[in-house]
């Protein structure tokens, strides 16, 4: 039985959407908090597949989460060794952070339901099932793109929408995984940091009915091939 282990940097953003297409492919998922008191022992080279998550905080927030040097420390030894990693948002930045790359806080807050562009590269990977697809962006840091990394898809505002390595590594900035998750009532909850964006609850709650289920059908249609493809 293969092993996939989720980390987790808030109980409000989990695997959602992703567990049925990993599950499928015939694993079992195993979660870690980083607040767990166990998480500094968390062994990232046994899982088959590793899966981090996105969270609030920013990469370079360390004095303030303690738990990032760990994390990204464990995360390059496991990239060292080409072993299976799915990032999205915080997840794709702190493989970035893992590879040597810089990140930072980016121009605007991008949040809301919006299409990324696909390049010719993502057009052969599993990430052009979100082309034409409105999904979820939450987030207002970005970073630099890795050596020996390619990239796959773009937005407006945010040139590294996702990116892969070969085989084992994909990183998603945007969150096709939600849209039907009843924890997105808590993202609600940060109303100042909508502001920020320009938006509010009522009418992120109007985009996440109206676009939800077919981000999330599109999001298990690039994990289902790209695990395929391991």
């Known amino acids: 039985?293969?092993?996939?282990?989720?980390?987790?940097?808030t109980p409000y953003e989990g695997i959602a959407g992703f567990r049925q297409p990993v599950e499928d492919a015939g694993y079992v998922i195993d979660r870690v908090d980083v607040t767990d008191p166990s998480f500094g022992a968390t062994d990232f080279l046994s899982p088959d597949l590793v899966v981090l998550m996105?969270?609030?905080m920013g990469v370079y927030e360390r004095e303030a989460h303690p738990w990032?040097?760990?994390?990204?420390?464990a995360l390059a030894g496991r990239l060292d060794r080409h072993l299976p990693v799915l990032g999205v948002c915080l997840g794709a930045q702190m493989i970035a952070a893992a590879l040597g790359s810089r990140v930072y806080p980016g121009p605007v807050?991008?949040?809301?339901?919006?299409?990324?562009?696909?390049?010719?590269?993502g057009q052969q990977s599993p990430v052009r099932h979100l082309a034409d697809v409105p999904v979820l962006h939450w987030h207002g840091d970005t970073f630099d793109l890795p050596d020996g990394?390619?990239?796959?898809?773009?937005?407006?505002?945010y040139a590294h929408q996702a990116y892969r390595r070969g085989a084992e590594l994909l990183a998603l900035q945007?969150?096709?995984?939600?849209g039907e998750?009843?924890?997105?009532?808590?993202?609600?909850?940060?109303?100042?940091?909508?502001?920020?964006?320009?938006?509010?609850?009522?009418?992120?709650?109007?985009?996440?009915d109206a676009h939800g289920p077919r981000a999330v059908a599109a999001g298990r249609a690039v994990v289902g091939e790209w695990l395929a493809g391991l």
Not at 196 to 205: C, D, E, S, V
Request: charged share 25%; glycine share 6%; net charge negative.
């Open 109 to 121: 807050k991008e949040v809301g339901f919006a299409p990324i562009a696909i390049n010719p590269a």
């Open 181 to 208: 998750d009843a924890r997105f009532e808590e993202w609600l909850e940060d109303e100042a940091y909508l502001a920020l964006a320009g938006t509010h609850p009522a009418a992120m709650r109007e985009a996440h």
């Open 68 to 73: 990032i040097d760990r994390e990204v420390a």
């Open 1 to 9: 039985m293969k092993r996939a282990l989720v980390i987790r940097h």
């Open 54 to 56: 996105g969270g609030p």
């Open 174 to 178: 945007c969150h096709p995984e939600m």
């Open 149 to 157: 990394v390619e990239l796959l898809a773009s937005s407006d505002h």
